[in-house]
């Protein structure tokens, strides 16, 4: 019953370093996604992926890179860490790019990540 | 372009008090709605959902009916638990196009016993 994992849940970064956010699903969706809350705010799409190979920019990708090798693995890098990327971080998956089916998005439980 | 409004909180009930929190929403075509919840220290999980308009969604005492002349997708449960203090997050999906969630920015729901 595992669906989406994400590691690790707590981090602290110093700025200037880089550390990957790693995320796996075992419910063999092509779609995958990263998105950062930040304080009382919505959750805005870092980057997102259709499939293996194939991945593109949502709403604030600067500063991160992603790489989708496999179906399962949906790894975000932070190069250079910046305070602004004080944020929470969630890895998500769905069955299908279809919104009119109802297809749900699949949460991991979060990564929190400082940078000082 | 597709967005969410939520009622700002926190909202603040006594135990066994009725609660709604409002949400509207603007999209093109007919989107998919849904409400997640976010308890303390945990990531989001699916609270109901709704596909077509005038779907009522429920789940733990939670409903949400799907209004498309109001573009409005309220979540209401007739009594509250402390149990239920949490993050509430309505979103949506557009059935055109690649299916990525669009958050309104949450309500903090605060119960006391």
């Known amino acids: 019953n595992a669906g989406v994992t994400q590691t690790p849940k707590f981090r602290i970064l110093k700025i200037g370093q880089s550390m990957t956010l790693q995320c796996t699903q075992d419910?063999?969706?092509?779609?995958m996604y990263w998105y950062r809350q930040d304080p009382g705010m919505g959750l805005k799409l870092i980057y997102y992926s259709v499939g293996a190979g194939i991945t593109d920019k949502g709403e604030v990708p600067n500063g991160y890179n992603v790489s989708r090798s496999t179906t399962e693995d949906f790894p975000l890098r932070l190069e250079l860490a910046a305070p602004s990327q004080t944020s929470v971080y969630f890895c998500?998956?769905?069955?299908?790019?279809?919104?009119?089916?109802?297809?749900?998005?699949?949460f991991g439980e979060g990564s929190w990540l400082t940078v000082v | 372009g597709n967005s969410v409004t939520q009622m700002e909180g926190p909202v603040t009930l006594s135990e066994e008090a009725f609660l709604t929190i409002n949400c509207t929403y603007t999209a093109t075509g007919y989107p998919s709605l849904f409400w997640y919840v976010q308890y303390p220290g945990e990531g989001l999980q699916l609270l109901l959902k709704a596909t077509k308009a005038d779907d009522k969604g429920s789940n733990k005492g939670f409903e949400a009916t799907y209004r498309k002349e109001t573009t409005s997708f309220h979540l209401e449960k007739g009594s509250v638990q402390v149990s239920d203090s949490a993050v509430y997050f309505c979103?949506?999906?557009?059935?055109?196009?690649?299916?990525?969630?669009?958050f309104g920015t949450g309500t903090r729901l605060l119960v006391s016993p």
């Open positions: 998500a998956s769905s069955s299908s790019g279809t919104g009119g089916s109802g297809n749900t998005i699949y």
């Open positions: 979103a949506l999906i557009t059935n055109t196009g690649f299916q990525k969630l669009v």
């Open positions: 419910m063999n969706h092509n779609y």
